[in-house]
């Protein structure tokens, strides 16, 4: 199997949250490492609700201004024509509920805009569930339930990522269709509150969803060697779930100073003390075809590579999205 034959899929991909098109062509980089389909942030939990609409207008035409390259994954069958062309699909993503406040109407604009999923808790609490460096966990809120249903109703990918363990808990036990981590590591491989433990892992494939392994070295427990410990997060979840819940998510910073600007800014919600600063090192897009190279090594089927290198989030997009 040549990794050129692969939809590639990678769940979660990190712009400048500005309006500044020069970084767009930077998405070229994903091209050049057999990427079919990213998902690109909005924002997160600190990033107010006009922001994130204007970048999502400022993204859709940056697309739509380089139709030879790139092209809107607003449906599946966008994502499989990307892959015929020669194109990269792009959607959005949304790190967290906090700018939607109580309005549920948001969930559909945003849809209809392009997010294909949204995670509930940015690390801390918000109104539908509380994050994984909260203290105390009350679980999925009674609004919470309200917006998983609308999720539900318009096709929007639910996600656990950066989730709080009662809230995650209570999101897979309500789940109708698949729920995703979008970028979670193994815990039992890195003892860090964003990793999540085997039980998550299990449930998350009881619902029929992928946990995306991210190419933080603080997530994947050290700085060298960083492609093949996304291998062996990945090996992780498979011995727990199957390989058709694994998936790649590296969570690419395109932009390293707007992120180190926001660690050292944004105490609460990156608390010190769990490696958020300055060492962050990142597995680069141009590492996806050595990451196809070492399932190979390590005897996966070309069958299960096809899933894990982009076809189980296919298949979660085929579930979920309308």
């Known amino acids: ?135 105390h966990d009350d679980g999925l809120t009674a609004f919470g339930r309200q917006f998983l249903d609308e999720m539900d109703r318009v096709g929007m990918v639910i996600c656990c990522s950066h989730t709080g363990y009662r809230t995650s808990r209570d999101v897979l036990e309500r789940a109708t269709k698949p729920v995703i981590f979008s970028h979670s590591n193994a815990r039992a491989l890195c003892d860090h509150p964003r990793n999540i433990p085997d039980d998550l892992i299990a449930g998350c494939a009881r619902t029929g969803g992928v946990v995306g392994i991210n190419g933080l070295s603080v997530f994947l427990g050290g700085t060298d060697r960083m492609v093949e410990r996304v291998a ?23 932009d390293q100073q707007e992120l180190l600007d926001q660690l050292s800014a944004m105490r609460n919600v990156w608390p010190a003390g769990f490696g958020y600063d300055a060492g962050i090192r990142f597995v680069e897009p141009e590492s996806l075809p050595a990451l196809t190279d070492l399932l190979l090594a390590r005897g996966y089927s070309d069958h299960d590579i096809r899933g894990i290198m982009g076809g189980n989030f296919l298949r979660v997009a085929e579930a979920v999205w309308k």
């Open 232 to 254: 062996d997060h990945i090996d992780h979840v498979v011995s727990i779930a199957g390989p058709a819940h694994a998936g790649i998510s590296l969570d690419y910073v395109y």
């Open 1 to 135: 199997m040549r990794h050129s034959d692969l939809l590639v899929w990678d769940n979660h991909v990190c712009m400048p949250i500005r309006p500044d098109d020069a970084w767009f062509d930077r998405l070229e980089r994903h091209r050049a490492g057999g990427a079919t389909c990213v998902s690109v942030n909005l924002g997160d939990a600190e990033v107010p609700l006009e922001t994130m609409l204007r970048m999502a207008g400022h993204f859709r035409a940056a697309v739509a201004a380089r139709p030879d390259r790139f092209v809107l994954a607003t449906t599946v069958a966008d994502v499989r024509q990307a892959k015929i062309d020669g194109r990269l699909a792009v959607a959005f993503d949304i790190e967290g509920a906090r700018a939607l406040g109580s309005d549920l109407t948001l969930i559909s604009r945003f849809y209809a805009l392009g997010v294909r999923w949204l995670l509930i808790a940015y690390n801390r609490a918000n109104l539908v569930g509380s994050g994984c460096h909260d203290a």
